[in-house]
């Protein structure tokens, strides 16, 4: 149970790299009017503001950086902004600004400011209160669209889980399903936020890493639709880029990846990656 407080996830890192078989999906669904102005949205956003919540995070920290890194301009939403000024880069392009997405939409809708689009990164930190995964992961979030839909940004990427619709892939036994749902049913809580975005009419990229490891990236990215996988493990920096080539490629529009990185897996770029996932 302490490993289960420090981390929610053990079992999603300890998973090895056994892969089942996948059905690769061709992007077919995207239409061609859709594609247009996803293109042109994107590169409306090239260099823009982008505002990031839960940026003090392991993984918020590292797509905070590559934004930076990337030339973009980076709202850093934060729980508590004199640490934050101390763990996060200081840079002349990173504003920190107050942003508790349990705290409502309208108080986000502030934080979000002037920004074009919404990276979040959020999830709850573990303590006593059972109900923190639920209040974090499905209603934070669900706050954080509602102030998008109140300050008119129209592209959100969100950084979910694999495993979230684990019951419907027959995966209800699966050990990190039935732990990661007891311990304050945190993938029921991500997936319920996720349909929320999907029916909010907002351009969104879901994205559904494996077990989060800290290390440099060993292996290439694997990029597989919804549903697919249910093992694996991957870098934070790798889930950070593709938060960030979300941003830049109309490809990932109105999509829910699943990432994890394999050594076998051959390097393909993010255009081809997105683009085989069918739209959501
Ligand atoms: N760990 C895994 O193996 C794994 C696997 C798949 C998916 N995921 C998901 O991937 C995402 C990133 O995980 P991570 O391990 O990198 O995150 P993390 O280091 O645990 O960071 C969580 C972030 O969420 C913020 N946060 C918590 N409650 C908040 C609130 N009420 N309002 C605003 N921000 C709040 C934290 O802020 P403070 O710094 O102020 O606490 C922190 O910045 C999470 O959604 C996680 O569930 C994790």
């Known amino acids: 149970m302490s490993l289960l407080l420090r981390n929610p996830f053990p079992l999603l890192h300890s998973i090895s790299l056994n892969f089942p078989k996948h059905q690769h999906k061709r992007c077919t669904a995207m239409m061609e009017g859709s594609k247009v102005e996803a293109t042109d949205e994107m590169k409306k956003l090239e260099g823009k503001k982008v505002f990031v919540a839960g940026a003090t995070g ?108 684990g019951a419907a892939m027959g995966q209800i036994l699966n050990p990190a399903y039935i732990v990661l749902n007891i311990f304050g049913l945190t993938l029921i809580a991500k997936l319920q936020a996720e349909k929320y975005i999907r029916s909010s009419g907002i351009n969104f990229t879901i994205i559904r890493p494996g077990g989060l490891r800290n290390d440099p990236p060993s292996g290439s990215i694997a990029m597989e639709s919804e549903d697919t996988l249910f093992e694996g493990s991957i870098s934070r920096e790798q889930v950070a880029e593709v938060a960030v080539e979300a941003l830049r490629h109309p490809e990932a529009s109105y999509k829910v990846v699943e990432i994890v990185s394999r050594t076998e897996a051959p390097k393909h770029s993010f255009a081809e990656m997105f683009g085989h996932i069918k739209q959501g």
């Open 58 to 165: 392991m993984t918020g920290k590292k797509i905070v950086d590559q934004l930076l890194s990337k030339g973009f301009q980076v709202r850093a939403g934060v729980r508590d902004v004199e640490s934050a000024k101390s763990s996060l880069s200081s840079n002349q392009n990173i504003q920190i600004v107050k942003a508790d997405v349990t705290e409502g939409s309208e108080k986000l809708a502030e934080a979000i400011g002037d920004a074009e689009a919404v990276i979040c990164a959020t999830g709850f930190r573990p303590s006593l209160d059972l109900f923190a995964p639920w209040k974090v992961d499905n209603f934070g979030t669900v706050n954080l669209v509602d102030a998008c839909r109140t300050v008119g940004v129209n592209r959100f990427i969100l950084v979910s889980s694999i495993l979230v619709n």
